[in-house]
T-cell receptor
């Protein structure tokens, strides 16, 4: 069983809309999560980190964590074509252990 | 802060040759570095975890004799693809965890695109 599940998409949203990206996880012990963004042909970049239940906002991005339901989501408000990328979620590892990424959701924001 | 560099950014080589890729943490000490490979339109695949001063831990299915990893210092890890073949053509990405980080986030290098002719 995969530790992290994401819908591969593509998720297509019009410019200016809210994009909602979801991630479910199987390990109840996971306490915190990273969201990475990867543009085509580039390496991933860290965009959000959330470690407590509820919402965390950073500019147009809001991460939501629901430990009881074992899902974490990323909302992108006022989506822009420059947000078109693959978004990867991963539970934060203990120690210096490896990240286990979901397959990622490809987001396409069209003008 | 937390910048990771890779060199070279791209390389083209002949089949049978060896290629070395360097990964450096420029402004922090990295206790652990990770090497990934990504084929077009596919997910990141972790190849190995590298700790300074010790042998790398390879993921299942990754040949340790073909992909040699050396982590000689807290700021440098190298991946050598030995006797490269066309099927080794891929995008190789390293990442590093910052020593003393509270959350163990990984910072990624820009990647190295390897083409084997």
């Amino acid at each position: 069983q995969k530790e992290v599940e994401q819908n591969s998409g593509p998720l297509s949203v019009p410019e200016g809309a809210i994009a909602s990206l979801n991630c479910t996880y199987s390990d109840r012990g996971s306490q915190s999560f990273f969201w990475y963004r990867q543009y085509s042909g580039k390496s991933p970049e860290l965009i959000m980190f959330i470690y407590s239940n509820g919402d965390k906002e950073d500019g147009r991005f809001t991460a939501q964590l629901n430990k009881a339901s074992q899902y974490v989501s990323l909302l992108i408000r006022d989506s822009q074509p420059s947000d078109s990328a693959t978004y990867l979620c991963a539970p934060a590892p203990g120690g210096y252990n490896k990240l286990i990424f979901g397959a990622g959701t490809r987001l396409a924001v069209h003008p | 802060g937390a910048v990771v560099s890779q060199h070279p950014s791209w390389v083209i080589c002949k089949s049978g040759t060896s290629v070395k890729i360097e990964c450096r943490s420029l402004d922090f000490q990295a206790t652990t570095m990770f090497w990934y490979r990504q084929f077009p339109k596919q997910s990141l695949m972790l190849m190995a975890t590298s700790n300074e001063g010790s042998k790398a831990t390879y993921e299942q299915g990754v040949e340790k004799d073909k992909f040699l990893i050396n982590h000689a210092s807290l700021t440098l890890s190298t991946l050598t693809v030995t006797s490269a073949h066309p099927e080794d053509s891929s995008f190789y990405i390293c990442s590093a965890s910052r020593q003393g980080s509270s959350y163990n986030e990984q910072f990624f290098g820009p990647g190295t695109r390897l083409t084997v002719l």
